[in-house]
C-alpha cells in the first residue's frame, strides 16, 4: 500500500457490517460533498492504497477495520440519480464535481480503536482526526498513524 487514509461512516447509514455483506466485500464510495474530501477522492487516492474504516456516528466514534482501494476516482454515479439523495442538479455529466472511490474490506478488527483512546495515544498527537474542528469524511493517515491504530486495534504486522 502507497498512502493511508481515514473514510468516516455514520453505521446507520453504511457500516462495516454492510461493506462485510457486500458482493466480494467491495462497496462504491460515494456521496461525499465537500470540495476538499472530494479532491482527495478525485486527486490523491489511489489504488492499493489502504483505508482505516471510522464509524463517525458510534458511541463512541472508533476505527473497526481496514479496507483497501481497489478502483481510483471516478465521477460519483448518485450526483446525476434524481431520485438519490445526493442528487446534484448543478452537476453537468461532462464536469463532474463529485467524485468516488471503490473500497474492498480487509479486515474487522480485533477490537475497535475508539476516539478517547486515540486522544490518548502517544504518536497520534498530530492525525488529522483528532485536531479540533476537523470534520473531513475522507482524511489522510501517516504511515506511522496507521501502525499505531492497527496495534490498538489488536492487528500484529501493521498492514492490516
Do not use: C, N
Given at each position: 500500500m502507497s498512502r493511508y487514509w481515514l473514510f468516516k461512516s455514520d453505521p446507520a447509514t453504511f457500516g462495516l457490517e454492510d461493506l462485510e455483506r457486500s458482493p466480494g466485500r467491495t462497496t462504491c464510495w460515494d456521496g461525499v460533498r465537500n470540495y476538499q474530501a472530494r479532491n482527495f477522492l478525485r486527486d490523491d487516492v489511489r489504488v492499493g492504497d489502504g483505508v482505516l474504516f471510522y464509524h463517525s456516528q458510534s458511541r463512541p466514534p472508533a476505527v473497526v477495520g481496514t479496507a483497501?482501494?481497489?478502483?481510483?476516482?471516478?465521477?460519483?454515479?448518485?450526483?446525476?440519480?434524481?431520485?438519490?439523495?445526493?442528487?446534484?442538479?448543478?452537476?453537468?455529466?461532462?464536469?463532474?464535481?463529485?467524485?468516488?472511490?471503490?473500497?474492498?474490506?480487509?479486515?474487522?478488527?480485533?477490537?475497535?480503536?475508539?476516539?478517547?483512546?486515540?486522544?490518548?495515544?502517544?504518536?497520534?498527537?498530530?492525525?488529522?482526526?483528532?485536531?479540533?474542528?476537523s470534520r473531513l469524511s475522507i482524511q489522510p493517515v501517516t504511515a506511522g498513524e496507521w501502525r499505531i491504530v492497527l496495534r490498538l486495534g489488536g492487528v500484529r504486522g501493521g498492514l492490516g
Open positions: 483497501e482501494v481497489v478502483r481510483a476516482g471516478y465521477p460519483d454515479p448518485t450526483q446525476f440519480d434524481r431520485r438519490d439523495p445526493g442528487h446534484d442538479p448543478g452537476s453537468p455529466p461532462g464536469d463532474p464535481r463529485w467524485y468516488a472511490v471503490d473500497i474492498r474490506l480487509r479486515k474487522r478488527l480485533a477490537r475497535p480503536a475508539e476516539l478517547p483512546e486515540l486522544r490518548g495515544t502517544p504518536g497520534l498527537e498530530e492525525m488529522l482526526l483528532l485536531r479540533k474542528g
